[in-house]
Every structure is written in C-alpha cells, then in structure tokens.
C-alpha cells in the first residue's frame, strides 16, 4: 500500500472551507494573493495477491494553459507525474490491473486518460478496468450548472468508449481486500476507499475529508453538493474509524498522507488523528511490502 504523488493545485479557500469564516481556516491553510490555498492530488497504490489497484487519477494532460492556470496546477511528468511516481515505485501503467474512482471530479478522474500528441485521448492504464459507480457516472452525465465545472466528459466518455469502464453498485468490493464505502454529500455517490492491511484498516478519504483540516464536523467543502449529508457521512464512519483504530488517508493534504483515527479529545462523535506521517512517499526500504506499509 502506497501513497502515489499525483501533483498538485491550488484552490479557493473559501470553496474549500465553505461556511466556515476565513479566520478560522487561514489559520491551518494560510492562503495566496489570489486567495487559493495548496492540495496536494495523492492517489494510493495497492497491491494485493490479486491485482494492482490504483485509487483516484489526479489531474491528468488533457486541459488547457488557461485552466492549469486558473486551478495553478504542477502535475508535469511522463506524461504526467502520476506515471512518473508510479515508475519511480518500479510500476508502469500497464502493471495496473484495476483503477478504481472515488469520484468523477477531473481533479479525481482526469489522469484516467492521456492526449498523445497527435491529439488522440486514450486510457492512461491500458490493461486495467476502471471501476466506477454508476450512479455517479449518471450524475457527472446530467450536465447540470452547479456541477458542470467539475464533470469534464474528456475524463470519462473515451473510457466508455474503450470499453473499460465497469460501472457498479455503491458498496461493492472491488477486490479482495480492497472496498468501496459509500460516503455521500461531496457528490450524491461519492465513495471513500477501505483497505485490508492484513489485521489494520485504511480508509483513504478521498473529499469526504480532503485534508487534516477538514476533520471537525461542520468542516464542509463549498463544493460539497449536499452539505448536510455529508455532515452524516463523516459523523457515521469517522466514529467508527476511532472506535476501530482505523489509518486515515488524505488525499488532499499538501502535508499529511495519513494518520491513525483516534477517539476526538473532548469526546463525541467523529474523530481525531495522531501518529501523522508527513512523507508523501512509503520510503525506498519498504517497498515491495504489500499490508501494513502506512
Ligand atoms: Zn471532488
């Protein structure tokens, strides 16, 4: 199980703090002149007896200048960093068996195919399915305007139309070891990811919690389309992740890549995180472990 650096962006920190006033998130996300704070896109890797399976794309090639501007986005590699941080780790992208996404947002979803230079869209992974819920993949389809800016049908058409995309069921198992938790108010189907690490449980966050910063209940993206559903998401499994000790992945924290939930110091419901690791990478020497690498 390892983390992957997928790059990173710069976002409004109002969006990503929504009710909550500037002096208080300033203080854990100080943020630019253009009032955008850092994310780190951190996909995690991990292999099973079964399959390599990578969680969340990053961002991907396909956007334009005004765009990684707009979004400030580093993320330049072979194509993109992704595949180079998987090659720094001795993985191509036809070593993927199974690219499973928490979400269709492009900052989730985008690095799912790469524009060659003849311009051609095609499937980063080529021998991996991608798996998919369908209700989220029927929603990023309804080309609504609240949503619109963050559903970019270049992210998932062309894995349609390549036949790869395995849409399923919110809740499914997607390999042995490897869960969807269904973790709705981000997007009405937005799901959290829970890995078996052989006697430890991960629980990779994805936007339910997209940084350090964002544990406290009322701690709620602006993007987030059903606010209060999401408020009952992370009451229901962050409580149950400091009951059960689980590791807490954060796919967006510009530091943090993981943590182990522990019981809130003033007691009640969600939880907090100790025993923080900042390396954004599993070290050289443990590679090649497969469970308990966190
Ligand atoms: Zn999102």
């Not at 006033?21 to 995690?44: F, V």
């Not at 989730?108 to 095609?122: K, L, S, Y």
């Not at 406290?216 to 993206?221: E, Q, S, T, V």
């Not at 499994?237 to 943090?256: K, M, S, Y």
Request: with cysteine.
């Amino acid at each position: 199980m390892r983390a992957v650096d997928a790059g990173s962006l710069w976002l409004d920190g109002g969006a990503m703090f929504g009710v909550v006033p500037k002096p208080l998130w300033a203080r854990r996300a100080p943020a630019d002149e253009r009032n955008r704070i850092p994310l780190a896109m951190r996909c995690l890797l991990v292999e099973t007896d079964q399959a390599n399976v990578l969680i969340d794309m990053g961002l991907g090639n396909k956007e334009s200048d005004k765009f990684r501007s707009i979004y400030g986005v580093s993320n330049e590699g072979a194509p993109t960093r992704l595949e180079s941080s998987l090659s720094g780790l001795g993985v191509t992208p036809s070593d993927i068996d199974v690219v499973v996404a928490t979400h269709l947002h492009f900052d989730h979803a985008g690095g799912g195919t790469v524009r060659d230079p003849d311009g051609t869209v095609r499937p980063a992974f080529p021998r991996a399915r991608y798996v998919v819920c369908r209700g989220e993949y029927d929603f990023a389809r309804l080309d609504n305007e609240r949503v619109r800016a963050s559903y970019i049908p270049a992210n998932f058409e062309p894995l349609a139309a390549a036949g790869c995309l395995d849409l399923v069921e919110g809740g499914s198992e997607v390999v042995p070891g490897v869960r969807m938790e269904s973790t709705p108010g981000h997007t009405p189907h937005h799901h959290s990811i829970r890995v078996d690490l052989g006697g430890d449980e991960l629980l990779f966050l994805a936007d339910l919690v997209p940084t350090m910063a964002h544990l406290p209940l009322a701690w709620i993206m602006g993007y987030d389309v059903e606010p209060m559903v999401t408020l009952e998401s992370k009451r229901a499994i962050l409580t149950r992740a400091a009951a059960e000790g689980w590791w807490l992945a954060f796919e967006h924290d510009p530091f943090v890549a993981w943590g182990r939930a522990v019981a809130p110091p003033a007691g009640g419901p969600g939880c907090a995180v100790t025993d923080v690791r900042d390396q954004p990478l599993v070290p050289e020497a443990e590679r090649g472990e497969t469970t308990g690498v966190v």
